[in-house]
């Protein structure tokens, strides 16, 4: 354990999985919370900062690589940057391609380039130690601080009903409002008396999927760093990298694998939702 | 008693976790193989499929294993 030894295993861990939260105080005012019961009784109104902070700073520094990128893009010999930024948009040109077909569609396409590579940055933040940054902030004064966006829920199920609702959007202008309630009603079981139950089995698998969507990346990010806390937790510095590092080399697969993952099934819903031209 | 309780709880977790996505992940690596056995030239697109799967079927375990850890460690 880092810190020393006035913290008991479980507060470390507790500690270092909690969000630094901006919110108002049960006597009204305004402030960030102190200890998690604070944060508990903060409510709705209330606002994880370094979640905040994190996500809309890695998602400038995509946007940044990514213009910087296009600016100095020269048919000639490319150069680094230029040859990263082709390779992750050709990448996701392929999957759309092979996914969604040669549909219409301007937005799928840097939607899903947008997810894959902030949801990787997101992930990737999972490699710095855990003690670095939260010490760094704590010697400022701030008591809590945790790095990587997404294993917070509020991440992941953010983006993932943004995607629902996307799906919902198409699902209304491609089908009309008549042909998406027509196949909430007649997908399973074609049959008139089957209506009912096969409007609650659509209703379920449509509300299903944002949950799945978002608390897969959710758990298997948080499942890593509760696990690189308990190594933190158990261990003497001097043998963490013994179990962290060969942990570390098996997340390297699990990152991008996790945000490329998040960006298949957002195409997937969103191509589902063109389906159009179905017989039954 | 509740301590010896979340243990028990955790062990099922950890212990079922680990078998249903033992088995999916045994039955998908076999069905790859067999695919690649009879069409080696598919090896590349079928990768990519069986990684996505193999994304999906990793969640539920390792999901059990974060919460059956907290639960053993920080509650």
């Known amino acids: 354990m880092a810190s020393g030894g006035e913290q008991t ?6 500690h270092h999985l909690q969000n630094l939260v901006y919110g108002q105080h049960s006597d009204g005012s305004w402030g960030f919370a102190g200890s998690a019961e604070e944060a508990e009784q ?5 606002i994880h900062v370094d979640t905040m902070f994190w996500s809309i700073s890695l998602g400038m520094v995509f946007l ?30 392929d999957t759309v391609r092979g996914v969604f077909g040669n549909r219409q569609n301007d937005l799928i396409a840097p939607l899903s380039l947008t997810i894959v590579i902030w949801v990787f940055l997101m992930n990737l933040m999972d490699l710095v130690p855990v003690d670095f940054v939260p010490q760094a902030f704590h ?25 629902f609702f996307l799906v919902l959007f198409y699902n209304f202008r491609i089908k009309g409002p008549i042909g998406f309630g027509k196949r909430m009603v ?26 799945s969507h978002g608390l897969r990346l959710f ?29 570390a080399i098996f997340h390297i697969l699990v990152i991008p694998l996790q945000s490329f993952i998040f960006m298949v099934l957002t195409i997937v819903y969103l191509a589902q939702a063109h389906e159009t031209d179905e017989h039954h | 008693m509740e301590q010896s ?8 977790m950890l212990g079922l976790g680990a078998i249903g996505s033992g088995i999916g992940i045994g039955v998908l690596g076999s069905k790859y193989l067999e695919g690649v056995a009879r069409q080696p030239e598919l090896q590349g697109t079928l990768q990519t499929q069986l990684f996505i799967v193999l994304g999906l079927v990793d969640a539920i375990p390792i999901i059990a294993v974060a919460i059956s850890l907290y639960l053993i460690f920080a509650v």
């Open chain 1, 42 to 46: 903060m409510g709705f109104w209330a």
């Open chain 1, 64 to 93: 940044w690589t990514f213009i910087a990128g296009a600016k100095r893009a020269t048919s000639g010999v490319p150069g680094g940057l230029q040859n990263f930024c082709e390779m992750a948009v050709e990448f996701v040109d």
């Open chain 1, 9 to 14: 295993t479980s507060e470390y861990i507790r």
């Open chain 1, 186 to 211: 007649t997908h399973p079981i074609p049959h008139w008396s089957m209506y009912p139950f096969n409007f609650v089995l659509e209703t379920v698998d449509m509300l299903a999927k944002p949950l």
């Open chain 1, 139 to 163: 010697a400022m004064g701030v008591p809590y601080w945790k790095i990587v966006p997404t294993t917070d829920p509020n991440v992941t199920l953010g983006m993932s009903v943004s995607v």
């Open chain 2, 5 to 12: 309780l979340i243990f028990v709880a955790a062990a099922f």
């Open chain 1, 219 to 247: 758990g298997n990010l948080y499942a890593a760093e509760v696990i690189f806390i308990l190594i933190a937790a158990m261990l003497p510095f001097y043998l963490q990298w013994t179990l962290s590092l060969p942990w």
